[in-house]
């Protein structure tokens, strides 16, 4: 696992701005660096060594000294590529993954993106032909930025390290704040910096005579078979998912794990333990309601492997909150991504790669909104679209009862009522939030594209659809990037990879969610690998004592500090601040709506104040 920053050369930079970009991302590659320059373009490189530890510096170059290679990732399959390349008649100097990239462009140009199974952003340059060639993975598991405007063009693994070059204006994207008040993340290429996009997933980009051409290469998209039967999807998921996590330990290092309380973390560890010892590490708190230590403790005791136990508690939560924003990139206010930030710290003390289970939920439907779906075809075959709209009318001008938010919702379409879509602020919240609210659009429109890409499919496989390719992207692996590499340490997903996608796009819906349950197939795989009472314990998610610790008076009085702020104030109406902060302390759950206005806050003062 590495980072890596470039830029085509601009008149203002001299040969310490590589160096200082460089030195920005030091934590995703503490034991390497390396640099290439010459006339046109400059090239930096931070390693974490993984696999081959001796070998492998970057930036690397090809056979005849015309390609030049910077890669963060892991390729599992290279070692398959390899012995393809060697029958070519390409001579591999060392044994990493890396290798395989540049003789494999060199070989077949783009077509390597269709060959290659992992994690990956990548950025060749072609010296004869003054081109750069920009890839990013299938589902964004690893991160790929780029700056460009009139006179520079730079890119990079994380957008920090833009800030030393001259040529980069440090703007906000101020349109962009009442999306990212609804969804918690900006759900497209843009960012909250001007002229800073996201290479998005399963893209590449080409960069020549200062045009910058960007291409589609793969696209996730449900095609069930309805031939599939249980017991068949089954045996499918636990044999793909074995080959997988088989794939994922490949490593010259120690392996470890995450470990929850839940199915998907307890499924990759207890795969990955069956030929060798996995130490697995979990994070609790002092409030055992909502711990999960005690579950996952017992769960390791019980296959025989080694736990570690890492506690939080609320003053380092605190604290810790300006250097995960700094990290982050972007605001991010899931408060999932600080207690990743502490597990991936003192997961990295012990080992440097990590497997976590991410992405089940999306791909084979394990999230409760899903149960949903059902409701609403139901409700939709018995009535009209005029009717629907009439209860709702009614039903919003009538104080609160019992299923008036179900009569509302009804009569909108799924990209309007799904509900990641307004996840934290509506538009007539963000109306009063907003001090400038010319920008505060429907956020359904911004990702309207999204749904219309899974039209003609059920209620349940359009919420995946939308959260495979914005929730995942966007949120669930952005953090889970950010805060392990923030730390040093590498973390593989092995439920999101290409082949364990080619296998749940094919399972019907029925298999993923039905008569109330969630994961059906998943979990029939599962209680054939896992105890019982892990395979049908209610799904609790990343559960952060949060809530309970906003309550105290230290807290409530530090996030009012921040909330009557100048920075506030340049963006947000404070007297409708203060009294979500009243409210919450009467009882009413504003946590995610305090913790957004928040951490964007600590954001813009760590980059735009700070830095």
Known sequence: MCGFVGYINHPNTVAETLK?????????????????????????FRRLSIIDLNHGAQPMSNQDDTKVLTFNGEIYNYLELREELIGLGYKFKTDVDSEVLIHGYDAWGEGLLDRIRGMYAFVIFDKKNQEVFGARDHFGIKPLYYYKDSESFMWGSEIKSFLDHPGFIKELNEELLPIHLSFEFIPSDETMFKNVYKLNPGHYFKFKNNKLDIQEYYHFKFEEDKTLDMETAKQQIIETVQESVKKHMIADVEVGSFLSSGIDSSYILNEASR?????????????????????????AEEIKQKNVPIMVNDEEFFNIIPTTMYHMDE????????????????????????????????????????????????????????????????????????????????????????????????????????????????????????????????????????????????????????????????????????????????????????????KVAWRQASESQLPERIVNREKMGFLSPLATWVKEDKYQEMIKETFNSDVAKQFFNVDYLNRLIEEQKQGMPHIQKLFTIYTFIIWYQVFFIEN
Do not use: C
């Not at 991302?25 to 290439?36: F, K, L």
């Open 20 to 44: 200082k970009m460089t030195d920005r991302i030091v934590h995703r590659g503490p034991d390497d660096e390396g640099y290439y320059q010459d006339d046109f373009i400059s090239m930096g």
């Open 275 to 299: 030929d060798r010892d996995i130490t697995s590490f979990s994070l609790g708190f002092d409030d055992e309601r909502i711990s999960e230590l005690p579950w996952a403790e017992q769960f």
């Open 331 to 518: 605001p991010l206010s899931n408060p999932s991504a600080l207690l990743l930030y502490f597990l991936s710290k003192e997961t990295s003390k012990h080992v440097k790669v990590a497997l976590s289970g991410e992405g089940a939920d999306e791909f084979f439907g394990g999230y409760n909104t899903y149960l949903e779906a059902n409701t609403f075809e139901t409700y939709e075959k018995y009535t009209t679209l005029p009717m629907r709209k009439l209860f709702a009318q009614t039903a919003k001008r009538l104080p609160h009862f019992h299923g008036k938010r179900f009569l509302v919702r009804g009569s909108q379409d799924i990209s309007e009522r799904y509900y990641r879509v307004n996840y934290v602020f509506n538009q007539s919240e963000r109306d009063e939030l907003l001090i400038n609210n010319k920008y505060n659009k429907s956020s359904a429109n911004f990702v309207k594209k999204l749904f219309a890409e899974a039209k003609g499919q059920d209620s349940i496989t359009q919420m995946q659809h939308f959260d495979i390719h914005a929730w995942l992207a966007y949120d669930i692996l952005h953090k889970a990037d950010r805060m392990s590499m923030a730390n040093s340490l590498e973390v593989r997903t092995p439920l999101v990879d290409k082949e364990v996608a080619e296998l749940a796009k094919r399972i019907p819906s029925n298999l993923r969610v039905k008569d109330g349950v969630t």
